[in-house]
């Protein structure tokens, strides 16, 4: 206010002067009062580098977002969720996508690794079938349950066609990613057919299927409605509705104070603190983003997994719903929470537990991070209140296949 005071009063004493000249210097001095005060402001501004925008929370969004072609239906949802449950998709017909993401395992599998063709039994007591050539799945099966979300940035942004998925993030949107484990060898393929030919395969089966051939005409409204795109759309429009939007955290960032407990506050603040939130951020506690951490290789595997690029970097998982998708990491290797934080405690320390990696290729945020045993218990605390198992577990009595409902399970 003072110094518009100033400007102003050597602005009424000059307008006094009859002379042009005063005039001219009157507009240039309006000109320099103007642009000191624009500097002012700028200064005045805290800087934009010093706010920490990526430890960011919030509540998953009540609603999903859908591509715009392919809107969500009664009808589809009901078709993906036939689809999910069959093994006509698999080679053997032995597998279905519920086999390694089962309701009663919150969509996620009790496995380190999951056993896919050639095996049978449920959770930790599946098995491979002998004689047996396939191998363990390459990677821990992730649940699926709020992937509706992948990509959802700490502004409750995301753009469900480029949604990243599975831990190398190497296709985009819950569309592609269904087909690819029918493609996958060691996962629902086998050896009867070729990777190139599997979908093909799979579309006459179920073609060949009366009932699938209805329901496809249902949910998709064209003359050859059984395509390979219509199955991905399916099988994505049935995964879209299994979210969790009403954890015990989510009700309290809805403004229920009471929704946590002390002891999960205080862990929500040690959280912080520890600069857990730098890569678990936003609705989802992830960034989706590559990270290298240095976890020790799984024994189970034959072949070095080198994840993203290479690189040894693996995308962020979400938090939430912990409870049901242990054991944890990319390759299952930790089997409780504990197990995480002392590995993070490590890693702070310069530590990699993975020959493979040196250190000085850790991620940074990884390596600045301040987990400690004081405050494990608190943040464990907190991890807890990020689950919700209010979810559909409803499992269809039958399968239009006629096949064993999940597989050989």
């Known amino acids: 206010m003072l110094f518009m005071l100033a400007c102003s009063l050597q602005y009424a004493v000059i307008i006094k002067k009859s002379s042009i000249i005063y005039l001219v210097f009157i507009l240039g001095f309006m000109m320099q009062c103007t642009s000191t005060k624009e500097k002012a402001e700028v ?33 589809k949802i009901y078709l993906g969720r036939l689809l999910f449950f069959d093994p006509i998709l698999s080679g053997n017909k032995d597998v279905a996508c519920a086999t390694c993401h089962h309701p009663s395992n919150g969509y996620a599998e009790s496995l380190d690794l999951p056993i896919g063709v050639n095996g049978s039994g449920f959770g930790r007591k599946r098995s491979f079938n002998q004689p047996n050539d396939i191998p363990f799945t390459k990677r821990n099966s ?61 579309i006459d089966r179920l073609k060949d299927i ?32 299994l979210i969790t939007p009403n954890s015990r955290f989510d009700q309290y960032m809805r403004g229920d104070e009471s929704a946590l407990s002390i002891s999960e506050k205080d862990g929500l603040d040690e959280f912080k603190k520890a600069g857990c939130g730098k890569c678990h951020n936003g609705p989802m506690f992830s960034d989706f983003k590559m990270h290298v951490l240095g976890v020790q290789e799984n024994d189970k595997l034959s072949k070095i997994d080198s994840g993203f690029n290479n690189t040894f970097a693996f995308r962020t998982p979400t938090l939430r719903n912990l409870q049901f998708t242990f054991p944890y990491m990319h390759n299952g290797t930790f089997n409780s929470l504990k197990e995480i934080l002392e590995f993070y405690e490590d890693l702070s320390n310069g530590k990699s537990r993975n020959p493979l990696v040196p250190k000085d290729s850790l991620d940074e945020l990884v390596i600045n991070a301040d987990v400690g045993v004081k405050n494990m218990s608190k943040i464990i605390s907190f991890l807890n209140a990020l689950n919700d198992e209010d979810f559909d577990k409803s499992i269809p009595d039958r399968v239009p296949s006629g096949l064993p409902v999940g597989g050989d399970i």
């Open 43 to 75: 200064k005045s501004k805290p800087s934009t580098i010093a706010i920490d925008t990526l430890s960011r929370f919030s509540a998953l969004p009540k609603t999903v977002k859908s591509p715009p072609d392919n809107p969500s239906t009664k009808e």
């Open 142 to 202: 992730p649940s699926v349950l709020n992937t509706a979300f992948n990509g959802i940035n700490v502004y409750d942004k995301y753009n469900p066609e480029k949604s990243p998925m599975f831990w190398d993030g190497r296709v985009e949107s819950l569309e592609k990613q269904a087909l690819e484990p029918i493609k996958a060898f060691e996962e629902m393929r086998g050896h009867l057919y070729t990777k190139d030919n599997a979908l093909n395969v799979v």
């Open 210 to 241: 009366v009932e699938y051939h209805d329901l496809f005409k249902k949910a998709f409204d064209v003359d050859e409605p059984i395509t390979i795109e219509n199955l991905g759309k399916a099988i994505a429009a049935f995964e879209r509705s």
